[in-house]
């Protein structure tokens, strides 16, 4: 499978921003799926985890409640809304798929397939 991120940009803080992870060669929904970020000199971090079917979400702390994952997969979508971004938001964001039936993953090496980052800048 194939992963695009897109829907990064600049934004001001306390503003929102909604990324998309499109899938392409095969269907997502064998997939669960996570989205991950690294800032510029730090490393990779979890960010949230959607199960194949939607039914299971997890997030890290640093979220708050500020984030919201979900996914379509009859558009072979998945999507993270994020609201009230901060400036340490700013990051390449990444979106990943694994291959699993059930459950979600925080942890970057249980993942098979990545996208490219697609860039968030949040300004003070």
């Known amino acids: 499978v194939q992963l695009q991120a897109s829907g990064g940009g600049l934004v001001q803080a306390g503003g929102s921003l909604r990324l998309s992870c499109a899938a392409s060669?095969?269907?997502?929904?064998?997939?669960?799926m996570g989205w991950f970020r690294q800032a510029p000199g730090k490393e990779r971090e979890f960010v949230g985890a959607?199960?194949?079917?939607?039914?299971?979400?997890a997030y890290a702390d640093f979220v708050g409640g500020r984030f919201y994952i979900s996914r379509d997969n009859a558009k072979n979508t998945v999507y993270l809304q994020m609201n009230s971004l901060k400036p340490e938001d700013t990051a390449n964001y990444y979106c990943?798929?694994?291959?699993?039936?059930?459950?979600?993953?925080?942890?970057?090496?249980?993942?098979?397939?990545w996208g490219q980052g697609t860039l968030v800048t949040v300004s003070s």
């Open positions: 990943a798929a694994r291959t699993v039936r059930i459950g979600v993953s925080r942890r970057d090496v249980d993942y098979d397939y």
């Open positions: 959607i199960s194949r079917l939607g039914s299971t979400t």
């Open positions: 060669g095969r269907a997502i929904s064998a997939y669960a």
